[in-house]
């Protein structure tokens, strides 16, 4: 039997998110997830970890009616804070802006193009319009990859943290399991599976209580042609609940 076993919202794009009890997923992403980023207001990019390693080292937390941020010094302050903007900027010691996604286009962010090799040249990867997501409205990961990808590179802190996934899924199953699957159904929520999630460099990056590891990556990469976890596309919005059963329908 798979359940769903933890549940993760990242209030802004690439700072430490926050484990939830429920989640209401639909088209377009989850609530609460992603709804602001760290942009660069001069070249109309978004600040990703990919790049910016600093930024796992800042963590987003949701209120009940403001987002409400914690740089590394320990300093908190709201997104709706004038103040905000001049305190990340002082942070990367880059002129930088906290905002929702532009309705006028999409802001592009850097990622290598060896997606775990850092030695590799840079390119502007651009998300759905309206959004800071990377590509799918949710991203769901089983405890038997991660038991997978561990033993390729035992040594590692294989910690669900690294790959900020919608859902932590617990299977019993050995192998990468849910790359075989097609459909999913979870609580109240129905979501196709639309591809296997390729890793980039964010989860070789040192947070808070994890340690810089390039071979997080590149054991990826080798072991299992870059991917762990699986993209989706929600087909029916609704709630997801820790401790939900997760039900996947034979192809």
């Not at 209120?63 to 997104?79: C, E, Q």
């Amino acid at each position: 039997m798979t359940t769903v076993a933890e549940l993760w919202r990242y209030p802004v794009k690439s700072f430490q998110g926050e484990k939830v009890d429920q989640l209401h997923v639909g088209a377009g992403g989850t609530a609460g997830d992603r709804v602001l980023a760290v942009v660069d207001p001069e070249a109309r990019k978004v600040l990703s970890a990919e790049r910016y390693a600093d930024l796992l080292m800042a963590s987003a937390r949701l209120t009940d009616d403001d987002v409400v941020i914690t740089l590394p010094s320990g300093a908190s302050y709201a997104a709706s804070d004038p103040g905000v903007h001049d305190a990340l900027s002082a942070w990367l010691d880059k002129e930088v802006r906290l905002e929702p996604p532009p309705t006028d286009g999409v802001f592009p962010m850097e990622m290598y193009s060896g997606m775990s090799d850092e030695e590799t040249p840079l390119f502007d990867w651009g998300g759905p319009p309206g959004t800071w997501l990377d590509l799918a409205d949710a991203h769901f990961l089983t405890t038997a990859s991660l038991r997978a990808a561990e033993a390729l590179h035992p040594e590692g802190q294989w910690d669900v943290r690294r790959f900020r996934p919608t859902a932590l899924l617990s299977s019993d199953a050995d192998g990468y399991v849910e790359e075989s699957w097609a459909t999913l159904m979870l609580g109240g929520v129905t979501a196709d599976v639309l591809m296997p999630t390729m890793r980039c460099s964010m989860p070789s990056r040192a947070q808070p209580g994890l340690d810089r590891d390039k071979a997080i990556g590149t054991s990826i990469r080798d072991g299992n042609v870059n991917n762990l976890g699986i993209y989706c596309t929600v087909t029916q919005a609704g709630v997801i609940a820790v401790g939900a059963t997760v039900a996947v329908p034979s192809k």
